[in-house]
């Protein structure tokens, strides 16, 4: 089995490459934007470029986990959710509230592809 790292630091890689699947690292915004629709954006275009680079694409998606700071945001996190997402390869999917690393940031998207 072959394992392949993507970006490695000495505390995690962006992408994790094994078995044909991607494991990617949460993705969190890197704007200054404070809305959730912007946040939101930026991290699903990280995502998109990430696949790009792992020779993947979003309809591949298999598993998404999605870390809110606010439940409040749900709503309007999932218009531009919906926007994205590929009609009829929409992936397994977990919302969850959480306290995230830095009080600026909203949501932080971990993802699961198949390459």
């Not at 890197?30 to 629709?37: E, G, L, N, P, Y």
């Not at 912007?38 to 298999?62: G, M, P």
Request: charged share 20%.
């Amino acid at each position: 089995m072959s394992i392949q790292h993507i970006d490695p630091t000495v505390r995690y890689s962006e992408a994790v490459i094994t078995n044909g699947l991607i494991f990617c690292a949460g993705m969190v915004p890197d704007t200054s934007a404070t809305d959730i629709k912007s946040q939101t954006e930026n991290v699903l275009s990280q995502i998109d470029a990430l696949l790009e680079r792992c020779f993947s694409h979003k309809r591949k998606l298999v598993d998404v986990t999605i870390f809110l700071a606010d439940m409040a945001d749900y709503a309007a996190m999932n218009q531009v959710w919906d926007a994205w997402l590929v009609e009829g390869a929409a992936p397994a999917r977990t919302t969850v509230a959480a306290k995230l690393a830095d009080p600026h940031w909203k949501i932080e998207i971990k993802v699961v592809a198949a390459q």
